[in-house]
Each structure stands twice: as C-alpha cells, then as structure tokens.
Nanobody, 127 residues
Framework: QVQLVESGGGSVQAGGSLRLSCTPS????????MAWFRQAPGKEREGLAT????????YSDDSVRDRFTISQDKHNKTLYLQIDKLRPEDSATYYC????????????????????WGQGTQVTVSS
C-alpha cells in the first residue's frame, strides 16, 4: 500500500507562486508513475503533469507546461509542483496520485488509472 500526503497549498494573490509537495509512504518502491491533478468546484478532476520511471515528466498541454513544473526527489519519491504566475482560475484542490502500472501517455492524465490518491491541498488565488 502507498499513502500520499499533499502540502503547500494556501491563499495567494494573482501573479504569485506556490510549491506543492506530495510525500509518499508505504511501499514506495512499487510506484511507477506519480501525477498532479486539480479539481475546481463544479468541475471534473483534471490531470496536469506526471512523472514516470524511465520516462520523466510530461504535461497535459503547453499551457500547463508554461507555468507548472513537476519534479521529484528520486530517493524518497516526494513529488513537487511549482506553480508560477498564479491566476484566479488556478483556484482548486490539488491532488497527488500514484500507481504502479506502466501505461500510455494519454492514460497518465486519466483519474481512472491511479489507485492511490492523497487528500488534496487547497489553492486559492485572489485577483
């Protein structure tokens, strides 16, 4: 089993930055991919960025790549998400996810692929 705990969320003004963290525990050697998702009120959970063993980082689209940076500590697999130039529309609950199975690029951004989820960390951006 793997447990995930996110931290680093908060309230910031537009234009600011945040660095989110996701600390895994348990059988972390089994983790193949980790990912960041977010969910705004009334919207579906959307995948933002992933890091997978032997693949590295991928982003859901260029607009995410421009302001979001995913990284990982290779020793303890702590996952990070740096968000720059925050906008009010970035306000959401940000979730970390992990899974042990290799999968296609498209599936890495699908919630259905991931077995393990954190409880989420709230990000609120004011204009």
């Amino acid at each position: 089993q793997v447990q995930l705990v996110e931290s680093g969320g908060g309230s910031v003004q537009a234009g600011g930055s945040l660095r989110l963290s996701c600390t895994p525990s348990g059988i972390i050697s089994s983790i193949y991919c980790m990912a960041w998702f977010r969910q705004a009120p009334g919207k579906e959970r959307e995948g933002l960025a992933t890091i997978c063993t032997n693949i590295g980082s991928t982003y859901s689209d260029d607009s995410v790549r421009d302001r979001f940076t995913i990284s990982q500590d290779k020793h303890n697999k702590t996952l990070y998400l740096q968000i720059d130039k925050l906008r009010p529309e970035d306000s959401a609950t940000y979730y970390c996810a992990a899974d042990w199975r290799p999968t296609s690029t498209g599936n890495r951004f699908q919630t259905a692929h991931y077995i393990h989820w954190g409880q989420g960390t709230q990000v609120t951006v004011s204009s």
